[in-house]
């Protein structure tokens, strides 16, 4: 017979708890602060866009989880800088999202095709 997993934490009162009674979590100290951290290093594979297919419909912009893609003049900025790889963390969104499939992830790594 297995053993009951304990929970870790006792939250058998919980509905009792006021906002102070719960345990901290992960603490963001300053708003804005995402400048000061690169979070694209353990991405696996990263978004190339294609300038031919892409009819700037800004669909990638808006669901990118990372404000990863950058837009200039209401168009996506070009080619090397849309992507910014130091915040990019190759969850391929945009890819899936595009309308036109101008966005290809490719792995980390690898022979870039050549960027139009
Ligand atoms: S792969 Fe994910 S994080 Fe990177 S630009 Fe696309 S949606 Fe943003
Ligand atoms: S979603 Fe696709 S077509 Fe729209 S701007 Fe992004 S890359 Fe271009």
Known sequence: MSETKQSKWDISDMDSWT?????LGAV???????RDYVTGGWRSERPIRNVDTCI????CWIVCPD??????????????DTFNLDHCKGCGVCA????VEAITMVPEGCELPEVK
């Open 19 to 23: 906002a102070e009674d719960f345990p």
């Open 28 to 34: 963001i100290p300053d708003s804005g602060n995402s």
């Open 56 to 59: 700037e419909c800004l669909l």
């Open 67 to 80: 404000t990863a893609i950058r837009v200039a003049d209401e168009k996506l900025a070009p080619d090397p």
């Open 96 to 99: 899936n999202e595009c309308p």
